[in-house]
C-alpha cells in the first residue's frame, strides 16, 4: 500500500489547495509592496529596504539642499548688485530681473499675514520631516526636497530679514511680464507641488505602493 502511494502519489486536498494560492496571493503581494522582491522568512526584504529608504531620504535632502543654496546665493546677488537700481531685461519687455521686497505669500498675495505664512512655512517643513522616515519613492524624494529647500529658502527670508523676525520681506526678482514677481524658493515650490499632484493622479505613495482607486 505504501509502495501504490509512492508510486500513484497523494491525491491534493482542497485545503492544501487553498493554503498553497494563499501562500502565493501573500508572495506577490509582498512583491508589489516592495518593489518586486520576493519577501524571506528571515525578514531579508525588509532588511533590503532600509537601505533604500535610506537613499531615498539623502535625495530628498540632497536636491533640499541644492533648492535652498541656489535660492539663497541668488538672493544675496539680487540684494547686493540689484536692489536700489534700475531692473535688467533678460527678453525684452517680457521678462526681467527686478528686486522686490514682499511681505505676503508667494507671488505677492496675503501681505496682511505675514507671521501666519511663517508658521504655514515651519509646519509644511515638519509635515515633510515626518514623511521622510517612510519615504521609499525616487520621485516623491525629488518633489519633498523641492517643497523643502523652497521653504526653507523662503522661511530664511522671514527669519532674518527687516522688519523683524517671523515679520521679514521675502526677497522677489524674477519679474515677468504681466505676472507676479517671485524667486528660485517660490519655484522650486511650485514644481514640487505640480509634481506631487502628478503622482497622486497616477496612484504612487510615498512609500513606493501604488493604490487604484
Known amino acids: 500500500m505504501a509502495e501504490a502511494e509512492r508510486i500513484i502519489g497523494t491525491p491534493d486536498t482542497p ?4 493554503d498553497g494560492q494563499d501562500r502565493d496571493q501573500e508572495d506577490r503581494d509582498l512583491r508589489d ?3 518586486g522582491e520576493p519577501a524571506g522568512a528571515d525578514g531579508t526584504t525588509a532588511e533590503a529596504q ?16 541644492f533648492a535652498y543654496l541656489l535660492d539663497l546665493v541668488s538672493k544675496m546677488i539680487v540684494v547686493a548688485k540689484l536692489e536700489h537700481h534700475e531692473p535688467i531685461e533678460i527678453v525684452g519687455d517680457w521678462l526681467r530681473f527686478e528686486a522686490i521686497r514682499n511681505a505676503g505669500a508667494a507671488f505677492g498675495f496675503g501681505e496682511a499675514f505675514t507671521v501666519i505664512f511663517t508658521v504655514i512655512a515651519a509646519a509644511v517643513i515638519v509635515v515633510i520631516f515626518r514623511l521622510a522616515r517612510k519615504l521609499y519613492s525616487l520621485p516623491w524624494a525629488i518633489a519633498l526636497g523641492l517643497l523643502l529647500g523652497g521653504a526653507l529658502g523662503n522661511l530664511t527670508d522671514r527669519i532674518f530679514r527687516s ?14 511680464k504681466h505676472f507676479a514677481v517671485f524667486n528660485l524658493a ?7 507641488g505640480i509634481l506631487i499632484v502628478l503622482l497622486s493622479f497616477r496612484g504612487l505613495d510615498p512609500d ?3 493604490h487604484k482607486d
Open 50 to 65: 532600509r537601505p533604500r529608504g535610506r537613499r531615498r531620504i539623502a535625495v530628498l535632502f540632497a536636491v533640499a539642499a
Open 186 to 192: 517660490d519655484s522650486a515650490i511650485v514644481c514640487g
Open 208 to 210: 513606493g505602493t501604488v
Open 15 to 18: 485545503d492544501a489547495d487553498r
Open 163 to 176: 522688519p523683524g523676525v517671523f515679520e521679514g520681506a521675502v526677497v522677489d526678482f524674477i519679474a515677468p
Open 33 to 35: 509592496r516592495d518593489g
